[in-house]
């Protein structure tokens, strides 16, 4: 079994100038939208639960670097990085949160509940864990179809208790299937420190016993994540799956948009954002490999920022679903 922990990888690889420019983009995307999505919740103009993914960027943008259209995703409830990191439009995801005509689920699924076939994303699930073995069966249909495509099944640390991960855990195994568990341990299972609930202290060598490849990554790092994710894809197709990532990143934000996070200090987060902040890593790659101005950088903020506004306005100007789409997409 691999065995990695974070930061164990070798010297950092060469990366070109473009692909520092596409993360960056990537990422300050998802922030920019995460920060508009909280301002609308401020606002009341998204009901419900809202779970933002601002501060662990990095994971799917580094992530998705490595997949090919066919590969597929799917996450839980922090879930708006996921899509927009795989293609999905700012405008769908936003008009959806909001609950309008013009989202995803044309308004029925709000932050929880998008899905995009054609980007391949199969949600954003509110039931913690229950998205894992649905992953595993993402994964099993292709394995079955002989294709070489790969499942990125998402989940957090508190997630990593549930009982049926490792129900997945065994299956997967036993059937080989090209599975990538994702565990994006952001440090805290809703409201307790994962020191406090998880009795390993690295919650992917519990692969190990049923013979699952793992590794701990620098989930802060845009491309330590790409390259172990370069790794565990590499495994899957080639039929050595599945493969574990243990993502050690962070949140900035409260659990949902209604937690004041009190279990935990100003410091420490304050800490986090001046030290380890993933987006302004790449920035600082950026202007000191002279691969992009100040000016360059301010550019694109205002460019995203820009892509930002509008999606927030097209939510604003869809109009509510009618009263027929209650009985649309349903199983009788």
């Known amino acids: ?97 909001t609950g309008r005509e013009g989202g995803y689920s044309r308004g029925k699924g709000g932050s929880m509940h998008m899905f995009s ?75 307790t420190s994962q020191r406090r609930s998880t009795s390993s202290p690295d919650i992917y ?18 491309l330590a994540v790409k390259a172990a994710g370069t790794r565990a894809v590499a495994a899957c197709r080639a039929g050595k799956g599945p493969y574990i990532l243990e993502m050690m990143t962070y949140r900035y934000r409260g659990h949902s948009m209604s937690d004041p996070a009190k279990y935990r200090s100003r410091e420490e987060v304050q800490k986090m954002r001046d030290e380890r902040d993933a987006i302004e890593h790449v920035r600082e790659l950026l202007l000191t490999g002279k691969h992009a101005t100040d000016d360059d950088l301010k550019a694109i903020d205002r460019e995203i920022k820009a892509v930002i506004s509008e999606a927030a306005e097209f939510a604003k100007t869809s109009p509510e679903p009618d009263a027929s789409e209650l009985w649309t997409d349903i199983t009788a």
């Open 1 to 97: 079994m691999v065995s990695r922990k974070a930061g164990a990888a070798a010297s950092t690889p060469n990366v070109s100038r473009e692909e520092l420019l596409k993360f960056y983009r990537e990422m300050l995307l998802i922030r920019r939208f995460e920060e508009k999505a909280g301002q609308l919740y401020g606002m009341g103009l998204i009901g419900g639960f809202c779970h933002l993914y601002i501060g662990q960027e990095a994971v799917v943008v580094g992530l998705e670097a490595t997949a090919k259209d066919g590969d597929k995703r799917i996450t839980s409830y922090r879930d708006h990085g996921h899509m927009l990191a795989c293609g999905m439009d700012p405008k769908g995801v936003m008009a959806e949160l």
């Open 117 to 191: 076939k054609e980007k391949h994303f199969y949600g954003g699930h509110g039931i913690v864990a229950a998205q894992v073995p649905l992953g595993a069966g993402l994964a099993f249909a292709d394995k079955y179809l002989g294709n070489d495509n790969v499942s990125f099944t998402y989940f957090g640390d508190g997630a990593a208790n549930q009982g049926q991960v490792y129900e997945t855990f065994n299956m997967a195994a036993l059937w080989q299937l090209p599975v990538v568990f994702v565990i994006e341990n952001n440090q805290y299972a809703m409201g």
């Open 205 to 222: 060598t519990r692969g190990a016993a049923f013979g699952i490849q793992g590794e701990s990554v620098d989930g802060m790092d845009v």
